[in-house]
């Protein structure tokens, strides 16, 4: 844990995230004012959990996996609750099969003098991740092609693997690989590859309609911090979050391995995907760098637009970037086959910064203020779809008489009068059951706070039918679900 | 009467647009060459209607309204009908209701000393538009909430009307309000609210066609030069220059109450509106500033495009500025449920100038040479209009042999040569039934009087044929209809 | 011919295009090689066949054609054939007749002192194209409106025509006529307008599907080398280029007269010009202006947009230029109703350079270093048409698994392995069944290699299949056709 970076005071007890209250406090908040109600440190209630999860050893299977999804489950408290499903090995899945399952009991390489020159117990990056079992006594050169070190980065430890080879090897700093002396080696990689399974977390919250936001993040890689240590723990405070909410969407989070565990997912799940309506893949939420969202393949899709809007309204530094089928779980989602509306949301893109896979991610680089940062965006990207409709004016013909249904009443007094006026009629003129209330903020050049609030006190009278494709309660009074 | 805005002659007698004769002499121009026909001085003719139009008390309803029909029926002189329209109070009409009529025998304002504070009949603007009747005796300070001016324009009388709430009250300049005198007011307001009709003025000129160009202007406003003595005299000119021409559309000219009286010409025409084609909402149309066209909801309509081109092809500033359902009448034409390709023409636009709705919008705030220019280019948005065609190029199997068909002759010496064959390539190349001339013109980057000349150069010898959509003559030969 | 543009040497006497081995040596090179196979010295090939095909006399009928297209057979050797069609005079052609036949004998103007004024043996631009017969003796007033000349180039003889009208007359300098003396003058016109016909070379070279690459350049132009006996040189050495690689597309090169004769063509294949993919009008080739391509009427079909990556891939300046209807046989390819995906490839555009149209555009004109700069382009054009394809990833739903298909030993070692993934995952990502590689690399922002090369790979390990429109060997395996 990283107490410099969370300030003199440390966290109040009841803030640690393997606490079962909320962290946001008991009263169910607005759906729209989900930003406002995510407790009161988000930030260190996020690099606490992110500090637990760091420790163990971790892959695409086995036991390091399972563990971190009992750390994710207690932190949840008792609602949510956390599904885990476990897909036996040789399933196949899509154009892949599921892996052996590989587990490590110890790995250890000692050098010529006895002494220990790396040992997965310190940190799981020094075992080539699916490494088989070895035990052998090799010269120096014989060991040299199983050495894995970053020579421009003399005092870091690469993260590296090999699942679909067979192979074995450790990672080391390239100061201590360059300073080995000649010699025997004693190699001891005490692990399994077995028939076993892969394990994935699954956790659904039922909304008032069937649509489905999808939130997923990887589970799979060992002793970094910001990949991925803060996804799960971004994924974990959301669904806490949103547990507490009224959710219009039925929100699915996935903890699953990556790429492998998207596809497993997406195999068991093919005929039902089709309800996802919008998607976040979460990688790398808590380093310095800007804001960084990757737009779907479909690149203008509900949600690509929302979570764009939303780094606007930020009013600091940001990036919006297209698609491109290279990145984490994204390139499952968004295959040509699939094409959900799936984007994916983080600070600094992998190969942008150069603690990317090396033991340099550690919890000085994740800060609470960046995890707190894309905490609020995330859920102000989810507010904005959550409260985006299709809407239908009535009335159509001509605009109707607003003077006699106390619209301005109905809004409050919380926004100026004029843009009251001009959200309210922006949106009759537009609300032709075509647009959605993103069309008409883009359109109107208004902030969608002020154009979905036009809707709502518009629905309100009766001046606006609810057309959103697919919404199961949609003949509902509108009115009633907020 | 501004004389002083018209030269020291004064106008000649029957330039007057009280007397009978067109101001454009007797011959019908060609419709090719509207702007050049409109008067040897329309500019004069239209300050001096506006003059005219000035004094009377007007509102959405009453007594003001037909006076002012009146006046433009005697500009009009015998041709063409103005046709007096009257609404009983209480039709239902859209979403709204024909209100109650008001009228005005009277509204004075009597001070503690006896002397008239404000008097009605000294300008309209002193008495709150659709006041309720009064006869009190009050003491200033409950008179207080019935006076509105205008502190940061301390001379200046404001404009204000209370059509949908009952209410009292008088206008004047801060500086009168500041030099009350506290004491005993006597309030006289003889007005009546009563089961009556709502008035407006149509006039229909049949074209070859049943396609309509629509153009509107509200006659609601009293005591304002610009806002809309303007649009009045302006629609009343033009429907006496578009009487002397061939006209392919029918033109449907409306003089309307704002608001209320779209709504209700709409809802009585809800069956006929598909056949608009065009359409212009005239205000302010006399001041100073840039002309300004602001375009339908749908933003390329036809008419968009032909205002935006006799806009630049005038070489003076000029702006064209997209739709938003804030403004005159185009509110109600382009509310979703009509979607009519009507714009909207001036100069100033609400809110510009800070003359808008007071006193300050006088006579010298309109220039003859103002709505001089502002009526040439409306001429000659509508010669575009009625100019423009879907074509389709009968011999489209390569290039026809231009040569042999003597075109070059038929268009005569006006044009260089250069100009005139790329436009008979471009019309002949992309004139296949799918495309207007001002998409070719756009397209070409020629200007749309030459394409329209190659189009009707081509059409007399058979090498095009007119496909414009629900053209009623269009079996007749193109030719002979110019 | 001019020895000073081909340095001291001279040509190899096998380089001499009227020699029958082909310059690019005898094996057939791969079609992804096309622009490294077109010879060691294809601009000095090329120039010496201008040199060859200059002086005859030319015009749109008449034995000048036959002579030209005689050149053309001898250049392209015993293979690929070249088809002489001869089409009577007086036959119907779309709009257009094919007109009477014109042949020279001779034509001479002598002067007052018996001395030789001009005489078409020297320059047949000295004689107006298509005059009548003459015999006559003329006083030089009556003379002068048969005499043509550039006022503003006074040592340059001027082409001019008169197909449609019947006339006669000289062209000369205006040096020249300017001393003209007073005095009789004689005029000798020996040339026969009689029924015969057009004459016109086809060339066609079969390739694995019946769609058509069209190659079309005008034959019609006399003693002019950029325009466009660098067209006719250049469409020589690509039929015998192309003849001698595989093909995908089925080639046809037209040598046509201009306007009329593809006029002619489309006439008489009306029923078939529905399986041209692409074509290419050749004009202008050979002089130094930047390389410039002019997009069919579409705007952005497959090779406008092959035309303009080939021009980018160069990496120094060029254009690319919006379809009109001016120009050269583009006009009549490109007619509403044919409306083919035909530009045009050339350099210096009519118009640009003064020595258009006349005795200026000489040998010197043209140099072979821009005859082969164009010819490289025109190749790289055609081999990104051969090997555009639309794919569809036969393994959709989520990313297949690359890495057990050996997929990186297949691409091997000319590319980098970073460039190649992204190509394999762009194209797996995009190959939905819609988009051609073009689209695919313009999207990716990769080399269109790139994506080929990956797009070629993938079909060999069949996770792509071709659903390229109209493909008659689509059945066959994608990897057997390369």
Redesign the interface.
Known sequence: MSDSSRGSGGPEPNASPLNASPPNGSEPADAGEYAATAGADPGTWLHDLVATLLPPMRSITGDGVRTTLATVARALGPEPALTVHEVPSGTPV???TVPREWNVASARLTGPDGKTVVDAADNPLHLLGYSTPVRARLSLDELRPHLFSMPDRPDWVPYRTSY??ENWGFCLTDRQLAALPDGEYDVEIDTTLTAGSLTYGEIVLPGTTDDEFLITTHTCHPAMANDNCSGIATATLLARTLAGLPRRHTFRLLFIPG?IG??TW??RN?DTVGRIRHGLVLTGLGDRSDPTYKRS?RGNAAVDRAAAAALAETGRPHRVVDF???GYDE??F?????DLPVGRFGRGQHGDYPQYHTSADDLDFVTPQSLADSFAILLRTIDICERDRIWR?T???????L??RGLYRAIGATMNRQAIE?GL??V?????GTRSLLDIADR?DLPFDTVAAAADALAGVDLLSDVTSSDVTSAAPAGARR
């Open positions: 899509l154009d892949w679909y080879t790429t998207s596809i997406l195999a093919r393949r491109s089928p290279y390139r499952q968004c295959s040509p086959g699939f004016n009335t159509p013909y001509g605009e109707p008489q003077g006699r001009m009629l922006w009759l003129n537009l609300a032709d109107a």
